[in-house]
């Protein structure tokens, strides 16, 4: 007679763990976006060139796949954040970037360190308490990770 309950046991085990595989974690669940193509993007570098490349990029993402089916982060910190003040010579373009709907986040560590307020910034922006945090969360969140 041959052992079949180990078999039996083992199935039902696997089964299990399949089901589970295929069924939405909390985690999964409470990402902001439901949207299928995820991305953030990250920008520490005081570079007009950089930023403009990281703007098209996210544009030509955007364009190509669909504003209503991309989820799409700009995570600034270190040197970057200078081109986020009011002064920058790429305020403007991230300005209209903002107005239309882009995600751009500041380091509020970054802005400490540095000695910058608020009242520096570019109005429409968003912060977080560490952009190398953030990064790290979104990856965690399933985001693909592009540094221009």
């Known amino acids: 007679m041959r052992d079949i309950t180990g078999k039996r046991s083992f199935i039902a085990a696997a089964s299990t763990l399949l089901a589970g ?53 700009i995570v600034v910190y270190g040197p970057g954040i200078g081109m986020l003040k009011l002064d920058s010579p790429v305020a403007a373009r991230i300005a209209a970037a903002l107005k239309g709907g882009m995600q751009v986040v500041a380091c509020e560590n970054t802005l400490k360190a540095q ?24 990856q965690q969140q399933g985001y693909a990770y592009i540094r221009p």
Not at 49 to 60: M, S, V
């Open 21 to 73: 595989a295929f069924v939405s974690t909390p985690a999964l669940a409470s990402d902001k976006s439901s949207r299928p193509n995820k991305l953030v993007i990250q920008v520490s570098d005081n570079d007009p060139g950089k930023w403009n490349l990281a703007l098209n990029n996210a544009q030509n993402v955007i364009q190509d796949l669909g504003a209503s089916t991309v989820a799409l982060e």
């Open 115 to 138: 000695k910058l307020s608020r009242a520096d910034m570019l109005p429409d922006i968003a912060y977080v308490p560490a952009g190398v945090v953030e990064l790290m969360q979104k």
